[in-house]
T-cell receptor
Framework: LAKTTQPISMDSYEGQEVNITCSHN???????ITWYQQFPSQGPRFIIQ???TKVTNEVASLFIPADRKSSTLSLPRVSLSDTAVYYC????????????FGTGTRLQVFP | EAQVTQNPRYLITVTGKKLTVTCSQN?????MSWYRQDPGLGLRQIYY???????DKGDVPEGYKVSRKEKRNFPLILESPSPNQTSLYFC??????????????????FGQGTRLTVV
C-alpha cells in the first residue's frame, strides 16, 4: 500500500479556497486516491475519489497530476462547518486491500 | 435509510469484563472493518472482513476478536478489556474493496462511533 504524507494542520478563513496536498510517491498503477472528512466524534465521511486528472463533485475538487505522485483536495469558499480532519487514502483495488487511514490534516476555519 | 449502526454509543466497563460492541449494516456490503481512534494516532484498523466467514487482522488486532457469521453483522469482542483499550471505536462497511465500476463503489460508510472507557 502506498504511504501518504499530508500536512498535520492548516488554518483558513471563511470564504477562502483551501487546498490540501497529499504526497504518495509510491503510488501503484492501479491505485485510486480517496479523500475522507471527519468531524469531531463522528465517523469519517467520503468526499471524493479519483484516478487521474481532475474530479469534481458538489463538495470538492480533486486534482491529480500526470505522474500521480501527489494529489490536491480543493475546497472552494470554505465555511466554519468545514472545520474537520481530512484524510487522504491511496489504495490498490483487489480483495486483499485494507483501508488505511493516517493522521490526516486538521483544517481549522476561522470567521 | 442506508446506514451502519453501532451499539452501544458509550460504554464504561472494568478491566477483564468481556464485552461486545455490535455493528450492523443494511446495504448488503461485502467489506466491513473496525477501527480505533486515539489522539495523535489517527484511525487504526483493528480487523476487517472481506465477506462472510472471512476475517483478517488489521494493524492493531491484539486484544480483540471479531466474527462474521452473517453479511450484515460484524461484532467486535474484547475478551478481557484493559485500560489501554480505552478509545473511540468505529465500524465501517463498503460495497467491496476492488476496482470501482462506478465512482463511489468503494466508498466506506462509518458508524456513529462507540466511546469505550475501561477502568
Amino acid at each position: 500500500l502506498a504511504k501518504t504524507t499530508q500536512p498535520i494542520s492548516m488554518d483558513s478563513y471563511e470564504g477562502q479556497e483551501v487546498n490540501i496536498t497529499c504526497s504518495h510517491n509510491n503510488i501503484a498503477t492501479n491505485d485510486y486516491i480517496t479523500w475522507y472528512q471527519q468531524f469531531p466524534s463522528q465517523g469519517p465521511r467520503f468526499i471524493i475519489q479519483g484516478y487521474k486528472t481532475k474530479v469534481t463533485n458538489e463538495v470538492a475538487s480533486l486534482f491529480i497530476p500526470a505522474d500521480r505522485k501527489s494529489s490536491t483536495l480543493s475546497l472552494p469558499r470554505v465555511s466554519l462547518s468545514d472545520t474537520a480532519v481530512y484524510y487522504c487514502l491511496v489504495g490498490r483495488p483487489g480483495n486483499t486491500d485494507k483501508l488505511i487511514f493516517g493522521t490526516g490534516t486538521r483544517l481549522q476555519v476561522f470567521p | 435509510e442506508a446506514q451502519v449502526t453501532q451499539n452501544p454509543r458509550y460504554l464504561i466497563t472494568v478491566t477483564g469484563k468481556k464485552l461486545t460492541v455490535t455493528c450492523s449494516q443494511n446495504m448488503n456490503h461485502e467489506y466491513m472493518s473496525w477501527y480505533r481512534q486515539d489522539p495523535g494516532l489517527g484511525l487504526r484498523q483493528i480487523y476487517y472482513s472481506m465477506n462472510v466467514e472471512v476475517t483478517d487482522k488489521g494493524d492493531v488486532p491484539e486484544g480483540y476478536k471479531v466474527s462474521r457469521k452473517e453479511k450484515r453483522n460484524f461484532p467486535l469482542i474484547l475478551e478481557s478489556p484493559s485500560p489501554n483499550q480505552t478509545s473511540l471505536y468505529f465500524c465501517a462497511s463498503s460495497l467491496y474493496v476492488g476496482a470501482p465500476r462506478r465512482p463511489r463503489d468503494t466508498e466506506a460508510f462509518f458508524g456513529q462511533g462507540t466511546r469505550l472507557t475501561v477502568v
